[in-house]
């Protein structure tokens, strides 16, 4: 059975750094892109960051870009993602998620994030909250 779990979500004060983890298990992690998301409340879900589990070719969303770090250890099955400077508009459910495929373009990296290109498996999510 594919799982994904997402931890490390919490509270913290604007400026400050959270570090998600995203656990997977039932099946191999270095054959399938992995992505973070998010949904705001009363918002629509947007991509946040990319990575290739083959080659670490990354990918990240022009408001996260230069804050977030996503990583990935295939001999532990976890993405990581690394957010720095949180601000308020920040504040959302993160989720983690997986598919198929060794690497992608910017194009494909686009219409993932994009959700024109939808991931096969997904996780529950964890909370990150930023207070101003």
């Known amino acids: 059975e594919v799982q994904l779990v997402e931890s490390g979500g919490g509270l913290v004060q604007t400026g400050g750094s959270l570090r998600l983890s995203c656990a997977a298990s039932g099946f191999t992690f270095d054959n399938y892109v992995i992505g973070w998301f998010r949904q705001a409340p009363g918002k629509e879900r947007e991509g946040v960051s990319l990575?290739?589990?083959?080659?670490?070719?990354?990918y990240y969303a022009d408001s996260v870009k230069g804050r977030f770090t996503i990583s990935s250890d295939n001999a532990r099955n976890t993405s990581y993602l690394q957010m720095n400077s949180l601000k308020p508009e920040d504040t959302a459910v993160y989720y983690c998620?997986?598919?198929?495929?060794?690497?992608?373009?910017?194009?494909?990296?686009?219409?993932?994030?994009?959700?024109?290109?939808?991931?096969?498996?997904w996780g529950k999510g964890t909370l990150v909250t930023v207070s101003s």
């Open positions: 998620a997986a598919d198929p495929g060794k690497i992608f373009t910017t194009a494909q990296a686009m219409r993932i994030m994009l959700g024109i290109h939808g991931m096969r498996y």
């Open positions: 990575i290739s589990s083959s080659d670490g070719n990354t």
